[in-house]
């Protein structure tokens, strides 16, 4: 069964970092097309960084280069979203997604001022 589950989540001031995780079950990490995504109170939910399979090309929403960084490690069946210089505007529930198509449950990130 294909199964996704994030954590990492949490209460930062801005400024601060998370890194978030996202654990794949049934599939091979490597072998599909990974991506991160939020969706803010009242706001629609939105692509933050994708990845493709086996770890190659990344691409970035204009709203998070330079601040956040995807990556992947097959061994352990994990997808990363580290999360430099946090914003408030960063707040959301964050979901892991793969072929897009399957979500995780998400895991809230609240960044203070």
């Known amino acids: 069964q294909v199964q996704l589950v994030e954590s990492g989540g949490g209460l930062v001031q801005a400024g601060g970092s998370l890194r978030l995780s996202c654990v794949a079950t049934?599939?091979?990490?490597?072998?599909?097309?990974m991506s991160w995504h939020r969706q803010a109170p009242g706001k629609e939910r939105e692509l933050v960084a994708a990845?493709?399979?086996?770890?190659?090309?990344?691409r970035y929403a204009d709203s998070v280069k330079g601040r956040f960084t995807i990556s992947s490690d097959s061994a352990k069946r994990t997808l990363y979203l580290q999360m430099n210089k946090l914003l408030p505007d960063d707040t959301a529930v964050y979901y892991c997604?793969?072929?897009?198509?399957?979500w995780g449950q998400g895991t809230q990130v609240i960044v203070s001022s």
């Open positions: 990845i493709g399979a086996g770890g190659t090309h990344t």
């Open positions: 049934g599939f091979a990490l490597n072998t599909a097309l």
């Open positions: 997604n793969a072929w897009g198509s399957t």
